[in-house]
């Protein structure tokens, strides 16, 4: 009877222990939100702004007169005049959140059902760059993990790293400025569904290679060939040398009211895996696509479509995926709501037996953005209706609510997570049930200062028949509460 006491107490410290951060942080943002949200409006100058790819940030107003732009904290470790046409910028992140999920495996799997932990990410940058287009960019990372019961710290955790080292050469060619970018970098393009640094992870993704680029005054052109860098916990990251990933991306900048991105990608990967017809081998792959977006008024809209095909373990490959949505800003009401909807398609394979692999390969995109922040379903062998609202009580705050639901392409195939992963194979026997399940997802976002941003979160998936029939069928919920500091 003593030693259940002594347990009991036991596991009430240690839930008491992981609610610490959640608590730490939560003070933290009501102080943050006193501190900051009396803010005055700032005047029409130029002053920091940060990027989801760092390497795109520019502070070279910071040579002007000190009048002529918003001054900041960390003016004094940007822009540093180190030699005569050279500059020096320092910058970095940290990020602290803490994840609550339970039954993301549907009930199945090893480990307990619910884990609640805190994921830690800080990079720091030094950008040093002349003016005639010569720089140097290198980026280090510390990613850690703490109170994890449920494993998978690889995906999770790099104790200290290089994270982006490149060399930019700017260069006249055919009279048009062009910029050849070598080492490991940064890709990302598009609406990010199939090439993506996938901020939402603890580690975010590069590649090791060659980019080059030019801007037109219509149109940026890109061209790459790179391979993806793998993460290695304990000793320093390498690049997967079984993959070859080559692209050929273009933007018609256009106005407002249309722009276009057609692109071209190659992706040959030699790490033996399964086709959809069970056949092992690598394969080749060829994706020809196009997106179009536009604003016109208080309405927005998109498309993206994309063909694919090559070969997988002999087979040949013929996959597809397609997208479309838009949405209406009631840009004069109170909290200015949206109301959209949004369509994702990606193809499956229909007969598990007849030497043509269709299910869409998603590459390396943010599926999290796109089918729910659980990252249960992925782009392959899906339908997805999502439905949103988003409002905006005040310039800091925004929150916005999503409904999903998601059906299986084909009832043969299998469901895919978000990282391409296959989670739960089709239901024994072949045929079964196409619906995989609905997800709300609830989201709000406090921007307390261009420095600062607070994210809170929750997330539930409601199971559909192909879950019930092909194996244990929990809903599974996740709860994240995230705070980011940028300079």
Do not use: C
């Amino acid at each position: 009877m003593g030693q259940e006491v002594v347990q009991k107490e036991r596991l009430n410290t240690m839930e008491a222990t992981k609610k610490v951060p959640v608590l730490l942080l939560a003070a933290l943002v009501v102080v943050l939100g006193f501190v900051f949200d009396a803010n005055a409006a700032e005047p029409a100058k130029p002053g920091p702004k940060y990027h989801n790819l760092r390497y795109n940030e520019d502070f070279s107003y910071l040579g002007g007169p000190s009048e002529s732009y918003i001054k900041d904290t960390w003016d004094s470790i940007k822009w540093i005049e180190i030699a005569d046409d050279w500059y020096l910028t320092l910058g970095g992140q940290a990020r602290l959140r803490f994840e609550s999920e339970t039954d993301k495996s549907f009930g199945g799997g090893t480990g307990p059902s619910q884990d609640a932990f805190v994921l830690q990410r800080y990079f720091i940058h030094a950008d040093l760059r002349r003016t005639d287009g010569l720089r140097f960019f290198l980026q280090g990372k510390f990613a850690h993990a703490n109170y994890r019961d449920k494993g998978g710290l690889a995906g999770l955790e790099d104790h200290a790293d290089v994270h982006q080292g490149f060399m930019d050469i700017t260069t006249p060619i055919y009279g048009q400025s062009a910029t050849f970018r070598l080492g490991r970098q940064e890709l990302q393009y598009g609406a990010q569904r199939l090439i993506s640094p996938l901020d939402w992870g603890n580690l975010r993704r590069t590649f090791d290679g060659i980019k080059v680029f030019t801007d037109l005054e219509d149109w940026r052109l890109d061209a790459f060939a790179v391979r993806p860098v793998l993460n290695d916990r304990r000793n320093l990251d390498d690049e997967d040398e079984n993959i070859d990933f080559y692209g050929l991306y273009s933007t018609w900048k256009g106005t407002k009211a249309l722009s276009a991105d057609f692109y071209f990608l190659l992706l040959k990967n030699n790490n033996l895996a399964a086709n959809s017809n069970g056949i092992t081998g690598r394969r080749t792959l060829y994706t020809i696509g196009n997106r179009l977006w536009a604003k016109r008024g208080n309405w927005d809209w998109e498309t993206e479509t994309a063909a694919q095909f090559g070969t997988f373990a002999g087979d040949r490959v013929r996959a597809w995926m397609a997208t479309a949505g838009g949405g209406y800003t009631f840009a004069d009401a109170t909290w200015k709501p949206r109301i959209g909807v949004l369509y994702d398609y990606a193809s499956g394979d229909r007969d598990p037996a007849d030497g043509t692999h269709s299910t869409f390969n998603q590459h390396f995109p943010l599926g999290h953005a796109w089918f729910g922040y659980l990252d249960r379903v992925g782009r392959s062998n899906i339908h997805d209706i999502k439905a949103q609202l988003k409002v905006k009580p005040s310039e800091k705050l925004t929150a916005w609510a999503d409904f999903h639901t998601f059906f299986a392409d084909q009832d043969k195939d299998a469901l895919y997570s978000a990282g391409g992963g296959k989670l739960r194979a089709a239901p024994a026997g072949g045929a079964g049930s196409h619906k995989f399940g609905h997800e709300l997802d609830l989201t709000m976002k406090y921007a307390v200062d261009k420095h600062t941003t607070v994210l809170v979160g929750w997330a539930h998936f409601w199971p559909g028949g192909f879950i019930e029939t092909s194996g244990d069928d929990d809903s599974p919920d996740l709860f994240y509460a995230q705070i980011e500091y940028k300079f």
